[in-house]
């Protein structure tokens, strides 16, 4: 006994000096967090475009014309950033585009972010400012994302433009299958010049999201208030099955939303309907990195089979009957021409890390499918990041269907683009 004291009190002794004098290899400092960080990228983006001159996308695009492809160039600058000062920050994404194509050049620049927040204590903060949130648990689309603009399924990563708000998060934690507890709560005021493209203006737009870990299952229970939009509530999930799986699904119930459908008499009307979309997914990574993402998703807003073929035989008779040229113009504008404007899809993505020991390299294929119409995009691609801060991606994608379904109208039957990313 009397040994091991003196031992320990030796220990104690040279402790101080020890630990001065130790290389632990280990940088404090780089964990720390800065007062002001930035990234961003530039990237140039030539593609080639086959078009089918018999679609309804190509006599909405091109009237008149006889064109059968199509080169475009576009080119794009993305800068984030954020600046600390103790409990108070300022995080910022600003984004530049230009692109010139067959119809003219254009270009675009807007701030995606720009929101302040405070920091109170380890469990709450708050956010005021144009801040794109990222509710749902959907990688191509996400039906509980009630203050979001819509995703892209074809590059679902791709930063998005927020709206201006403020948020206010709780979180506690807990011992017990009930892990953690975050209460989130936001309104999205619209007025003449403040957030136009949510809706009517004269509304705060208030949503609350709840969410928990419960039994090591991350789920989402969301409202959003009567306002510019209807009423909608909704709930999410994600689960890890395993070392390697994941499945997620949301549910949503709008109320009261508003719709622009064709009459039989050929007008355009607006109708208010409630609706469910529904969404159920899974991840998959295999012991040979390759990933695998699955996705069906009920767009209960969206056209049916039926509606979107008579919107395309509607294009196809003002082709020879001018007067319907307005009308279809509008209809398109409304609704009907918009990115997955239909019922039901179906999302497929794998994509494989480094095959047959190319470093740096990525194929990928993605198919997306209107599982109404049989309708489908096919999209593979190869990704190579083996030059340091640049990356590029040669991109193919194949537009197939029968006539009136919805990717047999697109204008574009192919695509091949080259996407060249410098990040600094």
Sequence with gaps: ?????????????????????????????????????????????PEHQWLDRDTAGYRLQYPGESRTSAERMSAAAELSGVLRHRSLSFNFTGHASWI???????????????YGGWQIDDRSNLELGKRALRWGKGYAWSPVAFLERPKDPTDPELAREGFVMATGAFVRSFDGPLQTVALTAAVVPTTSGLNPEFGPEGHANPAVKLYGLILDTDVDLIWAGQGS??????????????????????????????????????RLAMEARSYTSALLGLRYLTERDTTLIFELYRNGGGYSKDELAAFYDLVGASAA???????????????????????????LRISQKEPFDL????????????????????????????ITNLELRLRLALNRGDRSTEYGEKLVRSRLELRGRYFF
């Design 1 to 45: 006994m009397k040994r091991k004291a003196v031992l320990l009190a030796a220990l104690l002794a040279l402790s101080p000096a020890w630990a001065e004098e130790a290389d632990w290899g280990f940088d404090v400092s780089a964990y720390e967090k800065k007062p002001f960080e930035w990234t961003g990228f530039v990237e140039l983006r």
């Design 100 to 114: 010139d194509e067959p119809r003219g050049s254009d270009h675009d620049r807007r701030m995606y972010e720009a």
């Design 359 to 386: 470093l740096d390299f990525t194929p990928a294929l993605t198919l997306i499918t209107n599982t109404d119409d049989h309708s489908w995009s096919l999209i593979p691609e190869a990704l190579y990041t083996g």
């Design 229 to 266: 939009r209807g009423p909608r509530v909704g709930i999410d999930f994600s689960r890890n099955l395993g070392s390697n799986v994941e499945i997620h699904g949301e549910w949503a119930r709008i109320t009261d939303a508003r719709r622009a459908v064709l009459t039989a008499d050929n």
């Design 321 to 347: 009957n001018p007067v319907l040229t307005s009308l279809t113009a509008h209809a398109a504008a409304q609704g009907y021409n918009r990115p997955n404007a239909a019922r039901r899809y179906a999302y």
